[in-house]
């Protein structure tokens, strides 16, 4: 089954790319997504970025590198987030404004990419250019490109660093007991990094390995609604009310940072040795980077959103010249109704060993890492 899936130096990287037209990596192929490019449009023409709710640190980021990029690129930027509440509705409302008001290209990071194709039909009538951003968007033919670090390869990494960090931090060998938490159901990488992860775990559950105490291994027994910190908490502390009286439980497969940190709280507030239960995370967020110096938190993703939004910028440019943008995948993500032509970044994997390298042209990250010695 196909599946879906600082300033200056993010300006630096916006710069290079930008003039460059490539992010790096081979070129696999030109987009084939079914229309021709854009006969290409004014060189100031205005850019539609809607973003969800800032519930994590790197959409903040975004929006001010998309501002920042898009206007350093000679575009007219409209850079929107929707709200805590109604996001859904705002988001909506939002993408619709933008096509009214003239915007050539929309680039859109999806509350939820299933909702969304009332508004990408009224798109294609105007012949906007639709651009998901990190987060796929769904059943619709009218979403024309894909950019993204590749999520797959994030949950394969996030399974192998909880095979690492059990080996090296629990003090005993196999089995060991696990549970496991996946994303929003309503983002389409909740899914993407899950089965990732358990193409890694799955083969060590079905020999013994692993150990899934509570037996909760579907997706939508693992799925923690709106990535809320709280709603992994309270699962975290059910299922150690419920499991782990008297069992040890080794570790937990977390598929971003703000889940680990709340998931690492239960564990501490549970009574629970920390320095020998393994957390794995997402996003670099700099009170997990802070965790993981301090020996809790085993490891995160390093996905670096300076690149990601560069390379939209140089999708936008391509599309602005009339020409098709690069991309590097025509085959896995199948949105339902298409296969959406992607370009997809590398992440890493970052544990307390390899944190300053990962972060050397972080200088707010190696602060961090520097200072913990």
Request: proline share 3%; aromatic share 6%; glycine share 8%.
């Given at each position: ?15 290079v ?67 805590a ?10 993408i ?13 990071g ?76 309503d ?37 923690t ?6 709603n ?42 920390i ?24 490891s ?33 993500y199948?949105?339902?109704v ?16 390899n ?19």
């Open positions: 089954m196909k599946r879906f899936a600082l300033a200056a130096t993010a300006m630096a990287a916006i710069a790319l930008t003039l460059t037209g490539c992010s790096g990596g081979d070129r696999a192929g030109t987009a084939a997504s079914g229309d021709a490019a854009a006969a290409g449009f004014a060189a100031d023409a205005k850019i539609g970025v809607a973003l969800p709710d800032k519930t994590s640190e790197n959409w903040v980021l975004a929006g001010g590198l998309f501002e920042d990029g898009l206007k350093e690129a000679g575009f007219s930027a409209d850079v929107q987030y929707a709200p509440t109604n996001t859904v509705a705002e988001q909506q409302n939002q619709s404004s933008m096509i009214t008001n003239g915007a050539k290209v929309i680039v859109i999806a509350k939820d990419g299933k909702q969304l194709g009332t508004q990408l039909q009224q798109a294609a009538d105007a012949g906007v250019k639709i651009i998901a951003y990190d987060r796929l968007i769904e059943n619709t033919p009218n979403v024309d490109y894909y950019v993204a670090f590749d999520n797959f390869k994030v949950g394969e990494l996030q399974g192998q660093a909880l095979l690492d960090g059990l080996e090296a931090r629990s003090g005993h060998g196999a089995p060991w007991n696990i549970e496991l938490f996946s994303g929003s159901p983002d389409a990488n909740s899914a993407v990094f899950f089965d990732g992860a358990m193409n890694v775990l799955q083969p060590k559950i079905d020999d013994g390995t692993l150990k899934v105490v509570s037996g909760q291994t579907d997706i939508q027994q693992t799925a609604q709106g990535w809320e910190a709280e992994a908490q309270s699962r975290m502390d059910s299922l150690l009310a419920a499991n782990y009286t008297s069992e040890t439980i080794d570790g937990a497969l977390s598929p971003n940072d703000t889940l680990a940190r709340a998931i690492i709280t239960s564990v501490k507030q549970a009574g629970k040795d320095s020998k239960f393994t957390v794995t995370g997402q996003d670099s967020e700099a009170e997990s980077v802070k965790s993981i110096m301090a020996g809790e938190q085993y995160t993703i390093n996905k670096d959103t300076s690149l990601l939004v560069a390379q939209t910028i140089t999708m936008i440019k391509s599309l602005q010249a009339g020409e098709e943008p690069e991309v590097n995948d025509t085959e896995q199948d949105n339902g298409k296969v959406v032509p992607a370009y997809l970044l590398p992440p890493v994997i970052v544990t307390k060993e944190a300053a390298e990962a972060y050397k042209n972080n200088p707010n990250l190696l602060d961090i890492v520097n200072a913990a010695g």
